[in-house]
């Protein structure tokens, strides 16, 4: 058992930030049906406990690879960069500026209970954010500009609690 | 000791021996066991023909007990000593409990879990659960003449550790070998989804006596995949009851009522319920204790609107579920109903309306988890690995540590798929700090006050260093059951200090011998019996499962000297077997799992590639 081996290569598939996700999903299941612990219930306690550490990494190299961001942050890490995500929050001037007119138009969309506004916020991040990735895939797997993926990666995390807020207010303004 | 019936070395021993497993529902108001014959699943009756158990359990003087219908009929006139609804105890201490004072119980707190008094001595609602676990082990391997490899055990996908841990003690101290804790709404997607071929986004709307669970679930080419859960680990049937009995007392003008007379009314009122699910009104007649003569009439119309609030209290986790699916009403293709309590129409229409589609009643809502949970059962004790299905469950409440502040830092998010492991380093907050304090925590809100305390443990001999220099890497593993150990360990300087603890709720060893042997059929000489027959069975187990690997994989996986090594193993296991020690059985067993251990890993490593060789010659065909 090699658990150094990394979650594309657990997957048997190249290590790109673009993935044909039916096939991500199909190893996934192809790998789980052969080490998940409901296979082993009757095994011997060797077998058992490999079964779970296999099923345990098999669950945690999906859930990294599914999420854009996720497979973006490991791409990265193969690739000898850390983001340093707590400590390294470094950021343009210019995004900045934009993070806080998009906290006030959705601090404002809240105090209002303006459900239709919060909405088509929502709409207008999901947009951006799938341009983000876009630039991303470019930078990743066409450019491998890592540096400059790198920015970007912070940048999505930042937009992600941007969402995270919209959904925040939305769920608050329903109950 | 049929399993003890050994095949000659090099053939694996009868593999197409039916092994007896069962999957038990252990509910709040009713528990049922099932058991797949002849490639169906079955519910299995009493001798009367019954096939619920009121989970009900009268303890008399004498140290007997009543469990079911005999216990249920006492329960006005002996409420101290019976116990209804012991599910709504289990993982839960007094502060947990908002209507303590409203029950006929005499409680005892304790650490971790409150406890009962009764005629026969304090019990803990863990020996009550495992009273009624007894009986359903009896009433199975009567049924089935033999016994028991092993059971499913349901719980509410809702549970936390606490109460998951207590369900698996239970069954441990009634002598159950868990194959597997399974989620009540997977449960029965699996009976569902198996009998209807489903495919695509289902709901599982699972009410029962004392608990609610919703449940989002893909079902697709033979997997079940739980999206999100949800839930309210202390609502159900009984509430609805609850709220009946109130309105009795308000309406008769009752108050302080006496334990035999409350009892009474609570029963009277749960008839009432019943009898609304098929009539528009009924009466409800009671006469208390001095004399005094309680008639009403309760309509459907007032039945729905003095529950309107416990109803829509189903419908915000439903929400809150759908939306960490990242799903809408719309995209659920189906919404199987779950638990007796979905019977009442006000629910049928409410759940109705927020999917905007006929609910799917059909499946009996009370026999529904257990069928799924035998199904399941059949498969872990290895009695068929034709159509094979898997089911990618979750954890249901967010995992986390105290920091500093009183805060909760998530380690596990909820939904996440289990098994799974995360580790979280920590340091030092002052100059020369040698021991930190670990406090784990269940629950969704910030403040660790809010959330469940799980666990609490100290790392000590942690090298003296500034503050901030120190590594502690916190490790948190949840199994397949959605149960949690957790592992700490300093590294730093080379010095290494680990500790594993399990949550301070469950029950060690000790316990558990303690309890079976304050139990009254278990004098010393029983003991000891019983623990060489668990060496026996579990020696059988393991010899079993290894000569079946060696006759797969036992040419092209070992060398020769490997193979003599555990085929050395093997004999002197045997060998052991052959006496009444049932220490060295033991011994044996852990020493042939610890030489078995490479051939496992190898095995292990074959099935992964096997799985990823196959995937890519489907991509080359295309």
Known sequence: MDFNQNFFELFGIAPAYRVDPIRLEQAFRDIQAQVHPDKFAHASDAERRLSMQWATQANEAYQTLKQPLGRARYLLHLNGVELHEETNTAMSPAFLMQQMEWREAIGEAKAAGDVPGLEHLSAKLRAEIAAQQQQLAELLDNDKNFQRAAEVVRELKFMEKLREEINHALEALDA | ?622
């Open chain 2, 1 to 622: 000791m049929a399993l003890l019936q050994i095949a000659e070395p090099g053939m694996s021993a009868a593999p197409h021996q039916h092994r007896l497993a069962v999957g038990i529902d252990l509910g709040t108001t009713n528990s049922l066991v099932a058991t797949v014959r002849s490639g169906l699943s079955v519910v299995l009756h009493d001798e009367n023909g019954r096939p619920l158990l009121p989970s009900v359990v009268r303890y008399h003087g004498d140290g007997s007990t009543d469990v079911g219908y005999p216990a249920q009929a006492m329960q006005s006139r002996d409420p101290h000593n019976t116990i209804v609804s012991v599910k709504r105890f289990m993982g839960r201490g007094l502060r947990d409990l908002p209507d303590a004072g409203n029950t006929a119980y005499q409680f005892v707190d304790s650490p971790g879990m409150v406890q009962l008094k009764t005629v026969a001595g304090v019990k803990s609602p863990v020996e009550v659960s495992a009273d009624i676990l007894r009986v359903l082990r009896d009433r199975a391997e009567t049924a089935l003449g033999g016994e028991l490899v092993g059971a499913v055990i349901t719980v509410p996908a809702y549970f936390d550790d606490a109460q998951r841990q207590a369900t698996k003690d239970a069954a441990r101290l009634a002598g159950l070998n868990v194959l597997r804790l399974l989620n009540e709404p997977t449960a029965a997607a699996v009976a569902y989804g198996l009998d209807n071929a489903a495919e695509g986004v289902y709901a599982v709307y699972d009410l029962g006596g004392g608990t609610f669970d919703i449940s989002i679930l893909r079902l697709s080419k033979g997997v079940f995949e739980v999206l999100a859960t949800n839930g309210d680990s202390a609502l159900g049937g009984d509430d609805f009851d609850h709220r009946i009995y109130c309105w009795i007392l308000e309406q008769a003008k009752l108050s302080a009522l006496k334990p035999q007379d409350a009892r009474l009314l609570l029963t009277r009122a749960r008839e009432a319920k019943e009898d609304l699910t098929t009539h528009p009104e009924v009466r409800v007649t009671a006469v208390l204790g001095a004399g005094q003569l309680v008639d009403l009439l309760l309509t459907t119309e007032t039945f729905a609107e003095i529950t309107r609030s416990l109803v829509n209290k189903t419908l915000a986790p439903t929400k809150k579920a759908l939306r960490d699916a990242g799903l809408e009403p719309e995209d659920v293709k189906g919404v199987v109903m779950v638990g007796g309590s979905t019977r009442m129409p006000q629910i049928q229409r409410a759940v109705g309306k927020f999917f905007g589609q006929e609910p799917l009643n059909n499946l009996d809502p009370d026999r529904v988890v257990a069928l799924g949970a035998a199904i399941q059962a059949n498969v872990l004790a290895g009695n068929r690995s034709d159509d094979e299905w898997l089911l990618l469950d979750v954890i249901p409440l967010s995992l986390g540590l105290e920091t500093m502040g009183g805060l909760v830092e998530k380690v596990i998010p909820r939904n996440s798929t289990i098994p799974v492991a995360r580790a979280q380093e920590f340091t030092t907050y002052k100059d020369g700090q040698t021991a930190m304090s670990i406090h784990v925590v269940q629950g969704e809100r910030e403040l660790v006050s809010d959330c469940r305390s799980l666990a609490k443990f100290e790392l000590r001999g942690i090298p003296p260093m500034v503050a901030g220099a120190a590594r502690i890497r916190v490790t948190f593993q949840v199994d397949a059951d959605g149960l949690l150990s957790v592992s700490a360990r300093e590294k730093n300087c080379g010095v290494e200090a680990s500790v594993v603890v399990k949550p301070s709720y469950g029950l060690t060893d000790d316990e558990i011998t303690r309890m079976l042997r304050t139990s009254q059929e278990n004098a010393q000489s029983d003991m000891e019996a019983r623990a060489l027959r668990e060496q026996q069975v579990e020696a059988g187990r393991l010899i079993e499962a290894i000569e079946a690997a060696l006759g797969e994989d036992g040419d092209t996986l070992l060398n020769a000297s490997e193979r003599a090594e555990i085929d050395g193993g093997i004999a002197e296991l045997r060998n052991v077997l052959q006496g009444q020690n049932h220490m060295s059985i033991k011994d044996q067993i852990e020493k042939l799992n610890h030489i078995s251990g490479t051939f496992a890993a190898r095995r292990m490593d074959k099935s992964v590639k096997r799985a990823l060789t196959g995937h890519k010659l489907e991509e080359l065909e295309t």
